[in-house]
């Protein structure tokens, strides 16, 4: 038997170079080793001010990139979170053994409160009980993520054994695994790369637009002038360099930035023309897959018909460890 393996997406955006450095491509990498299911987590994205009239397109195109960055239907499962009702019940249960001590000092919270002043609601505070029943409806073990999610993960471990403690021995440990890329940051220079700020490159991004953000994108702030020297261990776009160019580029642009014999707008374009290059397959299959939305609809139907039963499953189990009729 396969260990089954549970990791989610928001459809909060464009998906991005971060999300598929930090976890999708390492989901792909897994595909065959584990039991996968994947899941567009829609009641996730819905904790932050969104155009109802945006979702469902949000939700087709995070799943029709999801499949062209390598998610075989055919090889796991995916899914829609709003289409298995029990990860809303099993939250439910949850929270009443979460301390809100515990939600009180999750980082993503506190980050996600001050950029969304004005929404600071309930869903966001709970999102991590959510989380954590995504996981748990399946009795997830391993849940490849990026490492913002990690505080979440090790939260749905606790969660996982307090109610083991208190019903029964009913979940496993759900284990968070990083990709060699688990923090990629923002074309800004400042925050991690996200789908909800300005300062990404999306998986299905243009070429011109590929390199209009780069032209503008945050490098070593120390540079001001073209004759300074650079620093490239200091420098946000010689972090992209190491993911998307050769070993003998990345040696020369470390060498030669840092003697300023070249500068910021040979490095970009560089960086531009790999991005370009190494994306180019992706788009142009999320491009055949897109005009076909009834297409990506049927999968995520069969996926939700699959989980829904083994989410079930867990329910009747956990309901009759807590006494409920
Ligand atoms: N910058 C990043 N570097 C590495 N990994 C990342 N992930 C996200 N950003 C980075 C990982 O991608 C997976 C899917 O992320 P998510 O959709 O669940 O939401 P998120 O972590 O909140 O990602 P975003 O892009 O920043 O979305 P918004 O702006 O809506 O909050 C996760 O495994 C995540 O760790």
């Known amino acids: 038997m396969k260990k089954r393996l549970f990791s989610g ?17 390492n989901w792909v990498g897994m595909i065959d080793q584990y039991d996968c299911i994947f899941c567009i987590v829609d009641y996730h ?8 009239k945006e979702m469902q397109n949000r ?23 709003s289409h298995v009702p029990e990860h809303t019940e099993l939250a439910w249960i949850l929270n009443s053994v979460t301390p809100v001590g515990h939600l009180e000092r999750m980082t993503q919270f506190k980050d996600k409160a001050k950029q969304h002043r004005d929404n600071i609601n309930t869903g966001l505070f709970t999102y991590p009980v959510l989380q954590a029943a995504d ?23 606790e969660i996982a054994r307090k109610f083991n403690q208190r019903y029964g021995e009913t979940f496993p440990d759900p284990q968070e695994i990083l990709s060699n890329a688990p923090r990629i940051m923002g074309l800004d220079g400042k925050t991690k790369m996200s789908k909800s700020r300005d300062n990404y490159i999306s998986l299905v991004e243009s070429p011109e637009s590929i390199w209009k953000k780069l032209s503008t994108a945050v490098t070593d702030e120390n540079r001001k002038r073209r004759t300074d020297p650079g620093n490239p261990d200091i420098c946000n776009l010689f972090a992209l360099h190491k993911f998307y160019s050769g070993s003998e580029q990345i040696e020369r642009i470390n060498r030669a930035c840092r003697i300023a014999e070249i500068g910021c707008i040979e490095c970009k374009k560089t960086l531009s ?13 999320y ?24 989410a079930e499953t867990t329910m009747s189990e956990v309901k009759k460890r807590m006494g409920l009729v």
Request: hydrophobic letters at 45%.
């Open 9 to 25: 997406i928001q459809p909060s955006g464009e998906v991005h170079i971060g999300n598929y450095l930090g976890a999708i491509k």
């Open 45 to 52: 994205a819905i904790t932050i001010e969104y155009d109802p």
């Open 59 to 81: 939700i087709i195109k995070a799943a029709a990139v999801n499949i062209a960055a390598g998610l075989d239907p055919d090889k796991c499962t995916l899914f829609v979170q």
């Open 135 to 157: 996981i748990l409806v399946y009795k997830g073990e391993a849940v490849p993520v990026g490492e913002d999610q990690v505080q979440h993960i090790e939260l749905a471990r």
């Open 273 to 285: 023309e790999n991005i370009v290059s190494d994306l180019a397959p992706m788009r142009e299959k």
């Open 287 to 310: 491009e055949q897959l897109i005009k076909d939305k009834n297409f990506i609809i049927d999968i995520l139907h069969k996926g939700a018909k699959k989980c829904k039963s083994m």
